[in-house]
């Protein structure tokens, strides 16, 4: 909505705007380009037009809905996931990425799954089981293993600490 309202402030014509990305309808001049590239900054969002980073960030965001908004309902592996949604070979968009970001998709991946399953903790609305199988984990031994290795401690550690440490997304 915010983006919308800064487009439409500036007269610009658009088509969907959806997370991550704005479809404009006509040609923006170099003029019109730096005043919505200034207007997105002053709301907090920053204006993305390399292609290279576009990917990266489509990467990203497709990582970001997979682990928070799935419910464990896609059965794919992440590499033919991402390579449906791109199409773009694997291999191309695992170098892109890692020359980007300066991390793998898979540590990306796996660092979204571990904040997510914090907030899952802290929440405490479902047990260690029923984040397993919504963050895809073939066992609850196998989550506990890969939360340990990220943050030096159990989940059960983890949920009875007075201040929770999250990163964000």
Same mark, same amino acid.
């Given at each position: 909505?915010?983006?919308?309202?800064?487009?439409?402030?500036?007269?610009?014509?658009?088509? /969907?705007?959806?997370?991550?990305?704005?479809?404009?309808?006509?040609?923006?001049?170099? !003029?019109? +380009? %730096?005043? *919505?590239?200034?207007? *997105?900054?002053?709301?907090?969002?920053? +204006?993305?037009?390399?292609?290279?980073?576009?990917?990266?960030?489509?990467?990203?965001?497709?990582?970001? !809905?997979?682990?928070?908004?799935?419910?464990?309902?896609?059965?794919?592996? *992440?590499?033919?996931?991402?390579? !449906?949604?791109?199409?773009?070979?694997?291999?191309?968009?695992?170098?892109?990425? %890692?020359?980007?970001?300066?991390?793998?998709?898979?540590?990306?991946?796996?660092?979204?799954?571990?904040?997510?399953?914090?907030?899952?903790?802290?929440?405490?609305? *479902?047990?260690? /089981? !029923?984040?397993?199988?919504?963050?895809?984990?073939?066992?609850?031994?196998?989550?506990?293993?890969?939360? #340990?290795? +990220?943050?030096?401690?159990?989940?059960? =550690?983890?949920?009875?600490? #007075?201040?929770?440490? =999250?990163?964000?997304?």
């Amino acid at each position: 909505m915010l983006v919308k309202n800064e487009l439409e402030k500036l007269g610009i014509k658009y088509g /969907t705007v959806e997370l991550g990305e704005v479809e404009l309808l006509d040609e923006l001049s170099p !003029e019109m +380009m %730096s005043n *919505l590239k200034g207007a *997105l900054e002053k709301i907090g969002f920053e +204006m993305i037009d390399d292609k290279k980073n576009i990917i990266v960030d489509k990467i990203s965001t497709i990582i970001i !809905e997979m682990v928070n908004f799935s419910d464990g309902q896609i059965k794919t592996n *992440l590499s033919d996931y991402l390579c !449906e949604k791109l199409n773009y070979s694997y291999t191309y968009l695992s170098n892109l990425f %890692s020359e980007v970001k300066g991390t793998t998709i898979e540590q990306f991946y796996l660092t979204q799954k571990i904040e997510k399953i914090k907030e899952l903790l802290v929440y405490d609305q *479902l047990n260690l /089981t !029923e984040i397993a199988w919504r963050l895809q984990y073939s066992s609850v031994a196998y989550l506990s293993s890969q939360f #340990k290795k +990220m943050t030096g401690m159990t989940p059960t =550690r983890f949920k009875q600490l #007075k201040s929770h440490h =999250r990163s964000p997304i």
